[in-house]
């Protein structure tokens, strides 16, 4: 104990800083709040900006109009998620932007997340938001690149689901994995090579060889290809 209170201890012997003394920097709330900020910001100012729609907005508006099982050669969860949101909302420049920065926003906050299960908030925060110095991230995403969005809102989310509850075991953990994938594929196919490459990284480790279970990977197709056969 007393080993763990000197560990604790200020660097002036102030002792132990309460959770509520830390500076903003160094919570979650801060950085959760930095992230809907922001993206809180793109959607009025694309609003407020008006406008013209790009080559994928107004595609995306068009086949939105109706549900189907399919949209030409993109798969149909998109626009699916955006009919949803046109049916809510009757303004169609907010439906696309509140729907486009809300799939952003969700990604910065997984990978955030993830990131949180080995570094403290500080490190997370600054290193989730270095995706804005990825250009198709920060720029081109916000008018472009929609079906690209979601898949990577879901490979973000397939890489948390089992990092988080499918490796260590947790119940549900490859139903929820299984889950993520289907959705994913739903989103953009080619993202099954990002849900290939966590299995196979995690067969590469001895440590970590031992928990991929052939029955949970088997779960997890069979509730994939649920989500997919239709």
């Not at 160094?26 to 793109?42: K, L, M």
Request: hydrophobic share 55%; with cysteine; net charge positive.
């Amino acid at each position: 104990m007393a080993t763990g209170q000197q560990g604790a201890e200020g660097p002036a012997g102030q002792g132990v800083r309460p959770a509520g003394g830390l500076p903003a920097i160094d919570r979650d709330r801060t950085w959760i709040a930095v992230v809907c900020g922001y993206f809180a910001f793109q959607v009025a100012w694309r609003r407020l900006l008006g406008g013209g729609l790009a080559l994928d907005e107004a595609e995306i508006l068009l086949w939105s109009r109706h549900l189907a099982w399919g949209y030409g050669p993109q798969p149909p969860l998109y626009s699916w998620l955006q009919w949803g949101f046109l049916q809510a909302i009757p303004d169609p420049l907010l439906a696309l932007s509140l729907l486009k920065n809300l799939l952003l926003a969700a990604t910065y906050l997984a990978v955030y997340a993830l990131l949180r299960q080995a570094h403290p908030p500080r490190d997370s925060g600054l290193a989730a938001l270095a995706l804005l110095l990825v250009p198709q991230i920060a720029w081109d995403s916000q008018r472009d690149m929609t079906h690209t969005v979601l898949a990577t809102l879901l490979a973000a989310l397939a890489t948390l689901v089992f990092w988080c509850s499918t490796l260590p075991g947790r119940r549900g953990g490859w139903i929820g994995f299984g889950l993520v994938v289907g959705l994913g594929v739903l989103a953009k196919p080619n993202v099954v090579v990002v849900h290939a490459a966590l299995v196979l990284a995690a067969a590469s480790l001895p440590e970590l060889r031992p928990r991929l279970r052939p029955g949970g990977l088997v779960a997890a197709l069979l509730v994939a290809a649920a989500l997919v056969a239709p």
